[in-house]
């Protein structure tokens, strides 16, 4: 099996740092990022090739979060056109604020207005505050889609899900200033190809992604309305901030990528319903804390890829659960003690734990991994 980082040379370095070092540690973690990224170590599109590392410092105060994503908060970005295009960044100055949007073109067969059902997905206020990336994908869902107004039509809930979710993504992350926005708050079609990075299955979205694509803002909890999803990749956007927390009732997700980027907080105990994950890579993201134990529901999973990030205290034991993990690579972390249970590990083809606060001694059950 490769160790790309043998265990006892990590735990004697992990040891030095820990009782001779311990003050340059964070220094060093920075300095290793600089040289990944001058050496073109990270992954790129959902795969291993994007930089890992970026310009943002660690986050001082993790991000409120909520279902999959953080909260959003109001933001002042430009509101959406009239003729079914993206448009250029507001500029100083900016203009008088658009007014609330109009009532529906047609009335509702049921008792759901489309305001009335899009307070069920926001409810904290932010849908009728002028400028806030939600008020303003209300408004551009009207502009471009008037004929959709009626959320009891089973058929058009979906589409008004989908696209409102994905308008708020738009405003909340900096939209008008993406490197490629094609089609985005438009009435183009979501499932052809016309909206840039997004892809369906039977009308259904199930993969967004914007790697390299100038994000900058904060994830919106809006995107939790979007259950069908099953690939969520944003790396290498260091402007994206917020914290991640994954709706344990709707997660058919397979991928999870949000390397390079300044998404921070810990890995909640929610990531256990995603059953079907394969893949999570976190590489120089400000993502954190101990790791819960629930990832030991992952038994998909294939990659676990979170190098020089902040996890810290013992690896937990219920890391033996993932059955079918390939490649783990957790080095650069915080994290302080071994378990046994990794014996259990025996799809393990490629670990790196190397620089981390490992003590004490290593398993021999390690031993057992022979793929």
């Avoid at 970026?54 to 056109?81: D, K, Y």
């Avoid at 989908?162 to 992350?173: I, K, P």
């Avoid at 980027?261 to 810990?266: F, I, K």
């Avoid at 976190?282 to 190098?307: H, K, M, V």
Wanted: net charge negative.
């Amino acid at each position: 099996m490769l160790f790309r980082y043998s265990l006892l040379v990590a735990a004697v370095i992990a040891l030095t740092d820990a009782q001779s070092d311990g003050g340059n540690r964070f220094t060093d973690r920075e300095q290793v990022r600089a040289e990944m990224i001058l050496h073109g170590h990270g992954f790129e599109d959902g795969e291993k090739n994007v930089a890992v590392g970026g310009g943002g410092g660690t986050t001082t105060s993790p991000a409120p979060s909520a279902s999959f994503a953080p909260s959003a908060t109001p933001g002042a970005t430009t509101a959406p056109p009239t003729t079914g295009q993206t448009t250029n960044p507001p500029t100083a100055g900016g203009g008088e604020a658009p007014t609330s949007p109009t009532a529906p073109v047609a009335a509702p067969t049921g008792t759901l207005t489309l305001e009335s059902f899009l307070l069920t997905i926001t409810d904290d206020g932010s849908l009728t505050e002028a400028l806030t990336p939600q008020n303003l994908a209300y408004t551009a869902l009207q502009t471009s889609n008037p004929e959709l107004n009626d959320p009891n039509d089973a058929a058009q809930q979906l589409e008004i899900e989908q696209r409102y979710s994905l308008n708020t993504l738009y405003f909340a992350t900096g939209g008008p200033t993406w490197v490629d926005g094609t089609g985005w708050i438009t009435n183009a079609p979501l499932c052809d190809g016309s909206w840039a990075s997004v892809a369906c299955t039977d009308e259904v979205v199930t993969s967004v992604s914007l790697a390299d694509n100038a994000l900058v803002g904060m994830l919106p909890s809006e995107i939790r309305v979007l259950t069908g999803l099953t690939s969520f990749i944003v790396a290498n956007n260091t402007g994206l901030s917020g914290g991640l927390e994954i709706d344990s009732e709707s997660c058919d997700l397979l991928e999870i990528n949000i390397a390079a980027t300044n998404v921070s907080g810990p890995l909640p105990p929610s990531i256990g319903a995603c059953t079907n994950l394969q893949s999570f890579i976190a590489t120089g993201s400000q993502i954190g804390g101990e790791l819960p134990a629930e990832i030991g529901q992952l038994t998909a999973l294939t990659d676990f890829t979170s190098a020089s990030t902040f996890f810290s205290g013992p690896i937990p034991a219920a890391i033996g659960g993932m059955v079918n993990l390939q490649n783990l690579d957790i080095g650069f972390n915080d994290l302080s003690d071994l378990t046994t249970e990794m014996g259990l590990l025996t799809s393990l083809t490629a670990m790196d734990l190397g620089f981390n606060l490992l003590n004490g001694r290593i398993p021999s059950e390690l031993g057992l991994l022979t793929a």
